[in-house]
Protein backbone atom coordinates (compact mmCIF):
# COMPACT_ATOMS: atom_id res chain seq x y z
CA UNK A 1 0.00 0.00 0.00
CA UNK A 2 3.16 2.22 0.62
CA UNK A 3 4.51 1.76 -2.69
CA UNK A 4 1.20 2.89 -4.06
CA UNK A 5 0.66 5.77 -2.29
CA UNK A 6 4.03 6.91 -3.12
CA UNK A 7 3.38 6.32 -7.01
CA UNK A 8 0.70 8.11 -6.70
CA UNK A 9 2.84 11.34 -5.15
CA UNK A 10 5.79 10.62 -7.93
CA UNK A 11 3.17 10.55 -10.77
CA UNK A 12 1.91 14.29 -9.67
CA UNK A 13 5.12 15.77 -9.23
CA UNK A 14 6.21 14.17 -12.57
CA UNK A 15 3.01 15.42 -14.12
CA UNK A 16 3.65 18.49 -12.77
CA UNK A 17 6.99 19.03 -14.33
CA UNK A 18 6.07 17.35 -17.60
CA UNK A 19 3.14 20.30 -17.90
CA UNK A 20 4.72 23.25 -16.57
CA UNK A 21 8.50 23.11 -16.20
CA UNK A 22 9.91 20.63 -19.42
CA UNK A 23 7.95 22.89 -21.77
CA UNK A 24 10.65 25.79 -21.32
CA UNK A 25 13.15 23.21 -21.85
CA UNK A 26 11.87 21.93 -25.34
CA UNK A 27 14.73 20.70 -27.91
CA UNK A 28 13.85 20.78 -31.41
CA UNK A 29 10.30 21.69 -29.93
CA UNK A 30 10.41 17.76 -28.36
CA UNK A 31 10.26 17.43 -24.36
CA UNK A 32 10.80 13.83 -22.90
CA UNK A 33 8.02 12.45 -21.72
CA UNK A 34 8.79 11.79 -17.83
CA UNK A 35 4.88 9.33 -17.82
CA UNK A 36 6.30 7.20 -19.99
CA UNK A 37 9.73 6.53 -18.25
CA UNK A 38 7.76 6.58 -14.92
CA UNK A 39 5.46 3.69 -16.08
CA UNK A 40 7.90 1.87 -17.88
CA UNK A 41 10.29 1.96 -14.47
CA UNK A 42 7.28 1.19 -12.57
CA UNK A 43 6.66 -1.66 -14.37
CA UNK A 44 9.85 -3.20 -14.69
CA UNK A 45 11.15 -2.45 -11.02
CA UNK A 46 7.86 -2.98 -9.26
CA UNK A 47 5.93 -5.85 -11.37
CA UNK A 48 2.76 -5.74 -13.45
CA UNK A 49 0.54 -4.28 -10.65
CA UNK A 50 2.41 -1.09 -10.09
CA UNK A 51 3.08 -0.98 -13.56
CA UNK A 52 -0.74 -0.64 -14.27
CA UNK A 53 -1.46 1.49 -11.59
CA UNK A 54 1.02 4.21 -12.55
CA UNK A 55 -0.39 3.88 -16.23
CA UNK A 56 -3.84 4.50 -15.56
CA UNK A 57 -2.90 7.19 -13.12
CA UNK A 58 -0.75 8.64 -15.97
CA UNK A 59 -3.44 8.20 -18.78
CA UNK A 60 -6.16 9.36 -16.43
CA UNK A 61 -4.12 13.09 -15.76
CA UNK A 62 -3.23 12.72 -19.85
CA UNK A 63 -6.40 12.31 -20.81
CA UNK A 64 -8.40 15.08 -18.74
CA UNK A 65 -5.18 17.31 -19.91
CA UNK A 66 -5.04 17.00 -23.66
CA UNK A 67 -7.60 14.80 -25.08
CA UNK A 68 -11.18 15.46 -26.59
CA UNK A 69 -12.03 11.77 -25.95
CA UNK A 70 -11.51 9.49 -22.08
CA UNK A 71 -9.25 6.68 -22.81
CA UNK A 72 -6.77 6.77 -25.37
CA UNK A 73 -3.76 7.81 -23.00
CA UNK A 74 -5.17 5.16 -20.52
CA UNK A 75 -5.03 2.46 -23.25
CA UNK A 76 -1.44 3.44 -24.21
CA UNK A 77 -0.14 3.70 -20.63
CA UNK A 78 -2.05 0.81 -18.87
CA UNK A 79 -0.59 -1.21 -21.96
CA UNK A 80 2.75 0.34 -21.68
CA UNK A 81 2.94 -0.31 -17.84
CA UNK A 82 1.41 -3.77 -18.16
CA UNK A 83 4.38 -5.08 -20.73
CA UNK A 84 7.11 -3.57 -18.45
CA UNK A 85 5.67 -5.76 -15.49
CA UNK A 86 6.38 -8.61 -17.76
CA UNK A 87 10.21 -7.34 -18.05
CA UNK A 88 9.97 -7.34 -13.66
CA UNK A 89 11.20 -10.98 -13.49
CA UNK A 90 14.71 -10.12 -15.89
CA UNK A 91 15.19 -6.85 -13.73
CA UNK A 92 18.32 -6.94 -11.87
CA UNK A 93 19.26 -3.90 -10.03
CA UNK A 94 22.98 -3.41 -11.13
CA UNK A 95 21.95 -3.79 -15.05
CA UNK A 96 21.43 -0.51 -16.67
CA UNK A 97 20.69 -1.99 -20.19
CA UNK A 98 16.93 -3.34 -19.37
CA UNK A 99 15.98 -0.17 -18.02
CA UNK A 100 17.27 1.65 -21.08
CA UNK A 101 16.01 -0.86 -23.30
CA UNK A 102 12.55 -0.49 -21.79
CA UNK A 103 12.43 2.92 -21.49
CA UNK A 104 13.29 3.13 -25.00
CA UNK A 105 10.86 0.74 -26.14
CA UNK A 106 7.91 2.12 -24.39
CA UNK A 107 8.60 5.63 -26.11
CA UNK A 108 8.39 3.87 -29.46
CA UNK A 109 5.81 1.66 -28.77
CA UNK A 110 3.68 5.03 -27.06
CA UNK A 111 3.91 7.13 -29.76
CA UNK A 112 3.22 4.50 -32.15
CA UNK A 113 -0.03 3.45 -30.64
CA UNK A 114 -0.38 7.47 -30.54
CA UNK A 115 -0.25 8.10 -34.05
CA UNK A 116 -2.55 5.13 -35.22
CA UNK A 117 -5.23 6.34 -32.45
CA UNK A 118 -5.26 10.14 -33.15
CA UNK A 119 -3.82 10.04 -37.41
CA UNK A 120 -3.79 6.69 -38.93
CA UNK A 121 -7.92 6.32 -38.08
CA UNK A 122 -7.98 9.82 -39.40
CA UNK A 123 -6.86 9.05 -42.52
CA UNK A 124 -3.31 10.28 -42.02
CA UNK A 125 -0.78 7.75 -43.33
CA UNK A 126 2.37 9.98 -43.61
CA UNK A 127 4.07 7.54 -40.77
CA UNK A 128 7.33 8.63 -41.84
CA UNK A 129 6.89 12.51 -41.25
CA UNK A 130 5.89 11.86 -38.16
CA UNK A 131 8.60 9.22 -37.04
CA UNK A 132 11.12 11.56 -38.51
CA UNK A 133 9.77 14.54 -36.86
CA UNK A 134 8.25 13.57 -33.24
CA UNK A 135 9.17 10.10 -32.55
CA UNK A 136 12.57 9.46 -33.19
CA UNK A 137 13.51 12.98 -31.43
CA UNK A 138 11.75 12.31 -28.73
CA UNK A 139 12.31 8.61 -27.93
CA UNK A 140 16.41 10.13 -28.28
CA UNK A 141 15.58 12.80 -25.19
CA UNK A 142 13.25 10.85 -23.41
CA UNK A 143 15.88 7.96 -23.31
CA UNK A 144 18.27 10.59 -22.08
CA UNK A 145 16.44 12.07 -18.74
CA UNK A 146 15.17 8.43 -18.64
CA UNK A 147 18.72 7.35 -17.58
CA UNK A 148 18.81 10.17 -14.85
CA UNK A 149 15.08 9.45 -14.15
CA UNK A 150 15.67 5.60 -13.38
CA UNK A 151 18.87 6.56 -11.61
CA UNK A 152 16.64 8.48 -8.95
CA UNK A 153 13.93 6.50 -8.42
CA UNK A 154 16.95 3.66 -8.01
CA UNK A 155 17.81 6.22 -4.98
CA UNK A 156 14.70 6.80 -3.66
CA UNK A 157 13.64 3.20 -3.56
CA UNK A 158 16.38 2.44 -1.89
CA UNK A 159 15.76 4.93 0.67
CA UNK A 160 12.17 4.35 1.09
CA UNK A 161 12.54 0.93 1.16
CA UNK A 162 15.73 -0.66 2.19
CA UNK A 163 16.16 -4.20 2.29
CA UNK A 164 15.39 -5.91 5.36
CA UNK A 165 18.33 -8.53 7.09
CA UNK A 166 16.85 -11.73 7.88
CA UNK A 167 18.63 -13.22 11.47
CA UNK A 168 20.51 -16.16 10.66
CA UNK A 169 18.39 -18.12 12.93
CA UNK A 170 15.33 -17.77 10.94
CA UNK A 171 17.27 -19.19 7.66
CA UNK A 172 16.95 -22.47 6.49
CA UNK A 173 20.01 -24.52 6.84
CA UNK A 174 20.01 -24.38 2.74
CA UNK A 175 19.88 -21.08 3.09
CA UNK A 176 22.81 -20.53 5.50
CA UNK A 177 24.85 -22.83 3.31
CA UNK A 178 24.07 -20.48 0.04
CA UNK A 179 25.25 -17.72 2.59
CA UNK A 180 28.46 -18.62 3.28
Known sequence: MKRYISMFLIV??????????????????I???????????????YGRGLGIFSGLLCGMLCDLLYSNIIGIYILIYVLTG??????????????????????????????????????????RL???????????PELVYTVAAGIIIYKMLYKLEEKMYPPVEVPLESKTPAEQEEDS
Open 12 to 29: IVCFLLQTTLLQNLKLAN
Open 31 to 45: TPDLLVILVSVSGFM
Open 82 to 123: YINGILHKIYYKDDMLVPVFSIAASSLFSNLLFYIFNFLLRG
Open 126 to 136: DIFVYMKNIIL
